[in-house]
């Protein structure tokens, strides 16, 4: 039997647990690649030396380490900065009423061995960002399951700066997994090679940011409606109070408020969940899709482990809210993603922009969508968010014409503290 990595574990590890998937390893035939090299060494890797990191403990996470653990990966790291909420229990199967207010990682880790025996799970209960490339490092594979943009935005553009040429140990696969009530993707990212996460940016069909004039003049969806009663009838008649989305009270005046609007412009379903959905921001979270999308991610991180079969290529996408829809897509790398790509990305805005509208356009366009940005030329400095000195003496630029700051087709960079990269733009005016 092989020596397992936590040394103490082959006695636990009952002969024949692995046998189902010994049947991928073993021989190659018709459940295998054609080059597939099939035997000891290959289970050796898988048992012995492979170590992949999952990034997420909620819903997917959960998930995610059952599954690794139940494959035949033995060395897992999983990173998670929450603590355990009693909302999660009903799909974070790892946790117990016991459980609430501990670390995520923490218990899901001990779970995980305690149910497996042989396997290792090594938690980091904090951020990903306290890590670095050296940490980054040490893992052949990275599969994420979280439910922030930004933070995958961060592991995304970490992993692609990682990559030196000269040293293929440096490319670290990104598996990616994500889900939105019925809804849900997975995805492979090999940094540099194929499409990053950043490349797709725009295909995120969240929208949450609804343009003012609709909510304004010509609302068409329930949401409409419901952003009018909270972004410009609550601060009317309020004025200075503050809004409270965990106050119920609040949340029934602005429920009452925008079915007044709706039934004003014939819109039918405003409902008092979708009301607090609107405003709280919240995704539903669905345990059968998770399942579904966690599943995907470790098979294809076990392909990519093993070699035993092709690895997925890049994109599959799961639309369960009509029927359901699966589809599986090569998306392409974009010149000008600023992570990936190289290319400086050109945009073109009226000469009358101010730098603030400038600014929004760089909050709202969904392939850019950087929150804060600092913007700069390669001469001077046109607007910091940080720090407050810096702002302070950038702040007068913002009303001014960004045509003033900027010759036409000059370049600007965009950073934000959030992000591990920038982005270049040249600007052009129409
Ligand atoms: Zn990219």
Redesign the pocket.
Known sequence: MLASVNGNSSSSDWPGRYYHVDQVLDTPGPRTDPSFLAGDGVKDFLRNQCKILVIGAGGLGCEILANLALSGFKDIHVIDMDTIDISNLNRQFLFRPKDVGKPKAIVAAEFVMNRVPGVKVTPYYGKIQDKDEEYYMQFNLVICGLDSVEARRWI?ATL?NMVDPENPESLKPLIDGGTEGFKGQARVILPTIT??????LDMLNKQTAFPICTIANTPRLPEHCIEWASVLEWPRVFKDKKMDTDDPEHINWLYITALKRAKEFNIEGVTWSLTQGVVKNIIPAIASTNAIIAASCCNEAFKIATSSAAYLNNYFMLIGTEGVYSYTFEHE??DD?????GQTMDITISKDWTVDRLIEMLVERQDIQIKKPSLSTPTKQIYFQAPPQLEEATRPNLEKKVSELVPDGGEMTITATTLPFSLSLRVKYA
């Open positions: 995304n692609v499409s990053c996460y950043e490349c797709s790398k974009r993603c600023p992570v990936c790509g």
